[in-house]
């Protein structure tokens, strides 16, 4: 079945650029997408990128995909305290019915 | 808009008890699912349905049954609690066509502990 990557940690100043890498392993994924989890909270939506697609933006985020590599990274301009969250990669597989999560980035914003 | 309601919150079982936890969504979604959150293990998929009356297996469905008797409304049991299951868990809901980017929709979470 699909396989998707993250790695577990990311710290940044305040101000600083952040990107998020995840990587995943069915071809055939058709939408992926970025969540955001905010302690005691749920995951929220932030973007998505269709496969036929190289790049989305989105205000502060870029996501970047690679499909011959299957990568997908999450940029985040100007990170602010706020942005301070686990971040989670998925994707989705249209024949399948369900979408495949990554164990998610834990991102620090330092002051 | 409530989007996808999750009851109870907070609950704390001792083992071989049993319950249920609710999940309700009012947007119509025809897909719905249920996750368990463990620290360093990120999202697993208990079960999901794909509509109403239909359930099927996710990665680890041992120890959990469900039921979708309405659209609306997911339901995830425990017929005998055990410690392993002490975990936060996860309702989402979707359309059946992630058409457009339409991403899967969160409840807030209900923390189980089972002692």
């Known amino acids: 079945g699909e396989d998707v990557e993250q790695s577990l940690f990311l710290s940044v100043r305040e101000g600083d650029s952040s990107v998020i890498n995840c990587t995943y392993t069915d071809s055939s994924s058709t939408y992926l997408y970025w969540y955001k989890q905010e302690p005691g909270a749920g995951l929220q939506l932030l973007t998505y990128i269709f496969s036929n697609m190289d790049m989305k933006q989105d205000q502060r985020l870029t996501v970047l995909l690679n499909k011959k590599d299957k990568h997908l990274s999450l940029r985040i301009a100007d990170t602010q305290t706020g942005d301070s969250a686990i971040y989670f990669c998925a994707a989705y597989n249209t024949n399948a019915g369900k979408s495949t999560f990554g164990d998610g980035t834990t991102l620090t914003v330092k002051p | 808009n409530a989007g996808v309601t999750q009851t109870p919150k907070f609950r704390v079982l001792k083992t071989g008890q049993s319950m249920t936890l609710l999940c309700a969504q009012d947007?119509?979604?025809?897909?719905m699912y249920w996750y368990r959150q463990d620290p360093g293990m990120g999202l697993r998929l208990i079960h999901y349905s794909v509509g109403e009356g239909t359930t099927a297996k996710g990665e680890v469905p041992d120890g959990y049954n469900v039921s979708r008797l309405k659209k609306q409304n997911f339901l995830l049991g425990l017929e005998s609690a055990a410690p392993s299951q002490t975990s936060v868990y996860f309702c989402a809901s979707s359309y059946s066509t992630l058409g457009q980017g339409n991403g899967y929709t969160f409840g807030s979470g209900t923390r189980l502990t089972v002692v």
């Open positions: 947007m119509n979604h025809e897909y």
